[in-house]
């Protein structure tokens, strides 16, 4: 009988001393959960990112497409996802296309990894107030610590720029513009050529993932590499993309705001600040590349 009441008593204690754990490694990133949760994502790449819609508000999205209408795709690392310091709500007409509905667009924005501010919602008022575009339709799929490699075709990634692709084309939403934001998990590098060629033979892997379903709009790339130091080699990669390859054209230097310390958070994240600096940013990458 007393073993009875130690084993069972045992497995009382093991449950729920599982249980408490799962909850701590949960919400401080401890192992297992890193773990489980990259297996969950190499699986099921469709399922990453933000995804509460219970405070979002649907709109039809036949009735923002066409006429002058911005639909950016943004793709790549955690800068192009939720994870700035503050949140914010675009005062225009901004929507998040997202699991085909469309939505008032507000941060934390649907589709990317994270669960704060972002650059798009922002840059979006800003087109808008610019005249550029009448309304803007955000398309957001970034996945925080990934490399070109993972958004390339065959990489575990790829299936989200085909998904919002063909997503989008089937929603009469065509994309107009597409902003990319990657370097910061390349292998850190001063001189290696070969690094640099694989970082664009990965990057142009997956434009052609986009050209392929007809997306024929520009690709935005971003000189971006910060995660603690700069990536010379990376840096000169998407460099020469932009220099190198018709529809590809230059980005922000997101290095030169990350090179200024008030524009940090989390170290490689943006604050308010920071975010509205690259938001303004992205707006005169926007203007050179339109001649407007």
Aim: include cysteine; charged fraction near 20%; glycine fraction near 10%.
């Amino acid at each position: 009988m007393l073993k009875k009441i130690l084993a069972a008593g045992t497995l009382i204690f093991t449950i729920t001393a599982s249980y408490f754990y799962g909850l701590v490694s949960h919400k401080h990133y401890l192992p297992p959960f890193p773990q489980l949760l990259a297996a969950k994502y190499r699986l099921f790449p469709l399922s990453i990112g933000y995804s509460d819609t219970s405070s979002k508000t649907k709109v039809p999205c036949g009735s923002i497409a066409g006429g002058r209408t911005m639909v950016a795709l943004a793709l790549g690392q955690s800068n192009t996802g939720n994870h700035g310091e503050t949140l914010y709500r675009p005062a225009g007409p901004v929507f998040n296309l997202f699991k085909g509905d469309c939505y008032r667009a507000e941060d934390p924005l649907l589709g990317p990894t994270g669960d704060g501010g972002s650059v798009w919602s922002r840059l979006a008022d800003l087109v808008i107030q610019a005249g550029l575009y009448d309304r803007v339709v955000i398309i957001p799929i970034g996945v925080g610590t990934t490399t070109a490699a993972h958004w390339a075709e065959g990489g575990y990634l790829h299936p989200r720029v085909v998904n919002a692709a063909e997503e989008a084309g089937s929603l009469g939403l065509k994309i107009t513009h597409v902003f990319w934001i990657l370097g910061g998990s390349e292998k850190l590098t001063d001189g290696d050529a070969a690094n640099r060629e694989r970082y664009k033979k990965n990057f142009l892997s997956m434009v052609r993932g986009l050209r392929n379903r007809g997306v024929t709009a520009p690709v935005y790339v971003a000189i971006g590499t910060y995660s603690g130091a700069f990536n010379r080699d990376i840096q000169r990669a998407q460099r020469e993309l932009a220099a190198e390859n018709p529809g590809i054209v230059p980005g922000p230097n997101t290095d030169a705001l990350h090179a200024v310390a008030e524009n940090r958070w989390e170290m490689v994240h943006f604050t308010h600040l920071g975010l509205d600096r690259l938001a303004r940013a992205w707006l005169a990458a926007i203007r050179r590349a339109e001649n407007k």
